[in-house]
């Protein structure tokens, strides 16, 4: 290439792509971007790879909504009445020793 700009800087001898991590795409070179319209064209395989995500995603989101379904829900104890209840059952000494 015959760019000057990772020498010089683009704006007040600051950036450019090279200088900021980027590759040079030759967009200061004679004919651009006709000559080098490879890169704004459709990469090969690009159709099969949407059409597969496509599917990977309909089926993912089918997957989430079986689960919101069946294990989004509230635990049973849980309820808008003003005592404080838990999951927990308290087992006392009498009632472990006559189901032993």
């Given at each position: 290439?015959?760019?000057?700009?990772?020498?010089?800087?683009w704006?007040a001898?600051?950036?450019g792509c090279?200088?900021?991590?980027g590759?040079c795409?030759?967009?200061?070179?004679?004919?651009?971007?006709?000559?080098?319209?490879?890169?704004m064209?459709?990469?090969p395989?690009?159709?099969?790879?949407?059409?597969?995500?496509?599917?990977?995603?309909?089926?993912i989101r089918?997957l989430?909504?079986?689960?919101?379904?069946?294990?989004?829900?509230?635990?049973k104890?849980?309820h808008?009445r003003?005592e404080?209840?838990?999951?927990y059952?308290?087992v006392?000494?009498?009632?472990?020793k006559?189901s032993?």
């Open positions: 290439m015959n760019c000057n700009v990772p020498k010089r800087g704006m001898g600051i950036g090279p200088n900021v991590g590759i795409i030759g967009c200061t070179m004679p004919g651009f971007p006709d000559k080098f319209m490879p890169f064209d459709e990469p395989g690009a159709k099969l790879s949407s059409g597969a995500v496509g599917l990977y995603g309909r089926a089918a989430r909504g079986v689960t919101n379904h069946t294990l989004n829900k509230e635990p104890w849980r808008n003003p404080l209840t838990t999951g059952q308290e006392r000494m009498q009632e472990r006559h032993s």
